[in-house]
């Protein structure tokens, strides 16, 4: 079986040798912690954030070492989508128990508080940059999760297994291909 790091890998793209972190402390604070090492709510920062980034960088736990954000791994992703300028966190998400075969394994923009992305069109930017794959996107402005990509016919008929129309057969076929082994909707 594969490891969520080799998945990220295989979805995303290497961690690109270019890119940095510099600044950005965005996961820190808005992503959920669950590991036997450490853990701690979404929207939290972490206790050991300081005014300065990580205040221990040097011995943070396993999580924090191998977990990057799409814009680290994404060379198409411009500087102004990295998470702090940007008001978006790209990142893979992992569902241990989805509801349907398009949260199991996903890509998942979410909306930061306080970010003008929608209004300013960059959001719709980096939609379209990643949703040219045969990978789910979801999109989280703070108040639902919508599924982006494969848009919502194809979506339709994947998870109803209803015969596709000509026009969207070979697309269906591809996700059914891809995620039939997930199985529909409960």
């Not at 998942?108 to 209004?119: E, P, T």
Request: proline share 8%; net charge negative.
């Amino acid at each position: 079986m594969q490891t969520q790091a080799d998945l990220e890998t295989i979805l995303l793209g290497p961690v690109l040798a270019e890119r940095t972190c510099g600044d950005c402390t965005v996961c820190c604070t808005a992503l959920v912690v669950d590991t036997p090492e450490f853990a701690k709510p979404a929207g939290t920062p972490c206790v050991h954030l300081t005014g300065k980034g990580c205040g221990i960088h040097p011995v943070r736990p396993p999580i924090c070492r191998t977990w990057f954000c799409a814009w680290r791994r994404v060379a198409s992703l411009t500087e102004e989508t990295r998470p702090d300028r940007s008001g978006l966190l790209v990142s893979l998400n992992f569902v241990r128990e989805p509801q349907n075969c398009f949260e199991g394994v996903s890509i998942n923009i979410r909306v930061l508080a306080g970010s003008d992305a929608i209004a300013t069109g960059l959001a719709g930017k980096v939609l379209d940059t990643l949703c040219d794959q045969l990978v789910p996107v979801w999109f989280s402005d703070g108040s639902k999760k919508m599924l982006m990509h494969p848009d919502k016919d194809v979506a339709h008929f994947v998870l109803t297994g209803d015969p596709a129309p000509p026009n969207l057969a070979d697309e269906v076929a591809a996700w059914r291909d891809r995620y039939g082994v997930f199985g529909g909707s409960d």
